[in-house]
């Protein structure tokens, strides 16, 4: 009964910022990593952003320096905050988190996506 729901999306213009929030809930023991990914219309998903539960983070090459990611271990949350966007960043945006489970280790859940959409 894990739920992942994110929130934050909209629109935006080109150079402003948003910030994305994902919080799980349900019945949760450990996370170990939580992630932003994203997929444009007629694109693969790609990884944004990750950070485990050690606080080692992970970003995407096309980021430079643009996206921070950020986590409350005890709410058991990940937010993304996006600056200087770009229209090429406009996606669905996924929140993944990496959840103990008995007897499997740990599993990916995913969120269901949140719309961001970089125009004038």
């Known amino acids: 009964q894990v739920q992942l729901v994110e929130s934050g999306g909209g629109l935006v213009e080109p150079g402003g910022s948003l910030r994305l929030s994902c919080a799980a809930s349900?019945?949760?023991?450990?996370?170990?990593?939580m992630g932003w990914y994203r997929q444009a219309p007629g694109k693969q998903r790609e990884l944004v952003a990750s950070i485990t539960s050690g606080g080692r983070r992970n970003y995407a090459d096309f980021l430079k320096g643009r996206f921070t990611i950020s986590r409350d271990y005890a709410a058991n949350t990940v937010d993304l905050q996006m600056n200087s966007l770009k229209p090429d960043d406009t996606a669905v945006y996924y929140c993944?988190?990496?959840?103990?489970?008995?007897?499997?280790?740990?599993?990916?859940?995913w969120g269901q996506g949140a719309q961001v959409t970089v125009s004038s």
């Open positions: 993944k988190a990496e959840i103990w489970r008995t007897y499997l280790g740990f599993v990916d859940y």
């Open positions: 349900g019945t949760i023991v450990s996370i170990n990593a």
